[in-house]
């Protein structure tokens, strides 16, 4: 097996680092500095070592233009490092002062109805504004220089969450950013621009690049999918080069700082690719009970684990800059409360999947802007209640384990193909109202999360060998490269699982010309999709019942009409499909395991298989389904060899596995409020003591408690 590409990095990589942060994101700006120190005294006691600062304090580090002042972050600094607890400083970009949008105005993002950003919130200035830049520059150089020598500051994150309010700009600034990007990509030519977005195809040619405008969604109709393809890569590239002004900055001044990122939404970064690239390792903000309400994912622990999987594909092992201590609220909403103990049980999650650092949001809740009621670590009165308890009890455990976790990698049986930039842009540039590939596979994620299968997320760059089972979601896009390396993977013994609608277009989203799927699958999967269409009964939802955020883990299903269900058989077994049906033709050496069974497509193939070598490829003509997810990872189907972590895995307990040289760890946790008894857990009890009745192989498990076991490598399933 090939490895990954040199330089890349891997969802299989620890961060290397011999300290676990533990700590708070930390505002000293917003309290009295009466309470300075009583703030460090209690986070030493509570077994913190390290603070996040600055993030939106540009007005204070620059109060007018070119006048600099860290006199207050110096000071709370030193106040922290005396009590043992260091700095990661934050480029403060994500809000520019008043004076900076009163004086350069045309920095102000553009929203899609020409409306300019107004100030009085956050990330309202364009990242790809050259003036902005300028100024970004200006305010990182300074704090790099007026920091390079404190010792108590040790590394950067830069901005905050870039792109998470919004991505997109339809400022001038950014259209003629945009000009200069497509120029630079299609060397000049603006021939080879008008062959990459259609132009032929409704008049959309231009003659030269200054014409070239922002598309605009629904003004008035749709644009070429080419068109919004390169714009969303745009944004990618401007988010990129912003960050990598203040990248190269840092590292020019002192080069053992570490630099990250902390991911929020995930939308118009490359962050496998260019992003990452530069960045020491990733961190991934975790908001469980946000994203559960936000998305309807189906409980904040599968919600949690979806979004730290996918992120973990990026880079592979994190820190987490901003882990939910409380209920959170900002002024249209308020999300549900943590109970007691489970604040402790998110962070183990976030541990058990790959987080190498923790430091909760926040350690003190604001009082004042639109956060007051964005719960911390603290309470509103200053009294250390439960929240400080359990941040306390969790930081001491991690900090007992930490020479155990580091160093270690999350176990994946089942892999599922992600994080690549084309493939998430070009589903959305014409998604024709079905699944996104990352929702189609968090069907895969959901089956395996719930039944204990160590599963995750994976580029097909990456190295492949490690995983038992492969399953890609439709990539539209797809690369001849890949064909070779699922041709490995299933030679070396794994079983890969194509499913519907992959390798379709090229990398103009240009709809291919030979046999589908493209670029040599078809050959490896001996199949052809000869026909395909989607599913969904004249009584579903509309047609523009739109999958508007392609990045929703759960997807209601449209609804069934008994007269257009459509079903398939594998065995005796009959299944309803979803989303879309293909018609196979099937290669000799393919046995058919699956087959429509009704309407005109009766008995022709949908699911299929080709043994390679010691593996196998498999071809899935449809979207997946929950019970279809099951039935493709029974023993009897694929042989695939894919076991429980844990057997007889009671509901309700999340189960996932880090693995060292030499040994393994193995951490139950606890979703529910009841007292729940694993069976069949044997090891050493590293964390969650008092609870287990060790010599019958049980782990019990307190409401919302953990439970860490060390074991033998290659003792579990
Ligand atoms: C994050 C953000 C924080 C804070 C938090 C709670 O996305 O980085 O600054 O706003 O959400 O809303």
Redesign the pocket.
């Known amino acids: 097996m090939e490895t990954y590409p040199i330089g890349a990095k891997s969802v299989w990589d620890p961060i290397s680092t011999d300290r676990f942060m533990l700590g708070a994101a930390h505002y000293p700006e917003h309290v009295d500095e009466s309470y300075w120190e009583r703030d460090a005294e209690r986070m030493a006691a509570a077994g913190f070592n390290t603070v996040r600062l600055g993030?939106?304090a540009w007005h204070i580090f620059e109060p007018r233009e070119g006048v600099f002042d860290f006199d207050l972050f110096d000071r709370a600094i030193e106040v922290l490092a005396r009590h043992g607890i260091d700095t990661i400083m934050c480029t403060p970009t994500a809000t520019p002062p008043r004076w900076l949008t009163m004086n350069y105005p045309e920095v102000l993002r553009v929203d899609e109805q020409g409306r300019t950003a107004s100030h009085g919130s956050r990330q309202h200035a364009d990242t790809a504004s050259p003036v902005f830049r300028d100024h970004s520059r200006r305010i990182t150089r300074a704090m790099a220089d007026h920091y390079r020598d404190n010792k108590a500051v040790i590394g950067w994150q830069t901005d905050?969450?870039l792109n998470?309010t919004s991505p997109t700009s339809y400022s001038a600034a950014s259209r003629r950013a945009f000009q200069v990007y497509l120029e630079h990509r299609y060397d000049g030519d603006i021939g080879m621009l008008n062959h990459a977005w259609g132009g032929d195809f409704w008049a959309t040619a231009y003659d030269n690049f200054d014409q070239i405008v922002l598309p605009i969604a629904d003004a008035p109709g749709h644009c070429s999918p080419g068109h919004v393809q390169d714009y969303h890569r745009f944004l990618a590239a401007a988010t990129t080069a912003f960050q990598k002004d203040q990248i190269d900055i840092l590292r020019a001044a002192n080069k053992d700082w570490f630099v990250f990122h902390?991911i929020?939404r995930q939308d118009d970064i490359d962050f496998r690719g260019s992003f990452c690239e530069d960045l020491d390792f990733m961190g991934y903000?975790v908001?469980p009970a946000l994203f559960d309400e936000l998305r309807r994912s189906g409980g904040m622990g599968l919600s949690q684990a979806h979004y730290l999987d996918k992120s973990r594909a990026y880079a592979g092992n994190f820190i987490v800059p901003?882990q939910q201590s409380g209920s959170?609220g900002?002024p249209p909403f308020a999300t549900l409360n943590p109970e007691p103990g489970e604040m402790r049980r998110m962070a183990w999650s976030s541990v058990a999947r790959g987080a190498d650092g923790i430091l909760f949001?926040r350690w003190r809740p604001a009082h004042f802007g639109a956060?007051i009621y964005?719960n911390g670590v603290m309470d509103h009165d200053d009294v250390p209640r439960r929240r400080y308890h359990e941040a306390k009890a969790f930081a001491t455990e991690c900090a007992a384990l930490k020479d155990k976790i580091l160093g270690t990698h999350v176990r994946m049986d089942v892999g599922i193909a992600s994080a690549d930039f084309d493939n998430q842009e070009a589903h959305k540039t014409f998604s024709m109202g079905m699944p996104s590939p990352e929702q189609d596979g968090a069907v895969m994620h959901r089956h395996c999360y719930r039944n204990g299968i160590s599963c995750g997320y994976i580029h097909l760059d990456d190295d492949l060998s490690r995983l038992k089972v492969l399953y890609v979601p439709h990539w539209p896009i797809w690369d001849t490269r890949w064909t070779k390396r699922l041709h490995e993977f299933a030679e070396g013994g794994g079983t890969v699982i194509v499913s519907s609608q992959t390798g379709t277009r090229d990398r103009n989203n240009h709809v291919l010309r030979t046999v589908r799927p493209g670029e040599g699958l078809s050959e490896l999967v001996g199949v052809q999709v000869e026909e395909f269409g989607r599913l969904a009964g004249p009584d579903a939802e509309a047609l523009f019942f739109g999958w508007s955020d392609s990045s929703d883990p759960v997807l209601p299903l449209p609804t069934e009409s008994s007269e257009r269900r459509y079903n398939f058989k594998v065995g005796n077994q009959e299944y309803t499909a979803a989303h879309t049906y293909e018609l196979l033709e099937v290669g000799q050496d393919v046995d058919v395991l699956g087959s429509w069974s009704n309407r005109f497509a009766e008995g022709r193939a949908m699911l299929t298989r080709r043994k390679v070598g010691r593996g196998a490829v498999c071809y899935v003509g449809t979207h997946l389904t929950d019970e279809l997810a099951a039935r493709l990872l029974e023993q009897d189907l694929l042989a695939t060899q894919v076991m429980p972590l844990v057997p007889n895995l009671p509901q309700g307990v999340e189960v996932s596995m880090r693995q060292g040289e030499d040994y393994d760890l193995l951490f139950l946790m606890n979703l529910t409020a009841d007292k729940i008894i694993v069976p069949g857990v044997f090891g050493a009890l590293l964390v969650g003591q008092e609870d287990r009745t060790h010599e019958h192989g049980e782990v019990h498990l307190g409401p919302h408690g953990c439970a860490i076991v060390e074991c033998a490598k290659g003792a579990g399933a």
């Open positions: 993030e939106f905050n969450e998470t902390n929020g903000d908001y901003e959170g900002q949001f956060e964005w």
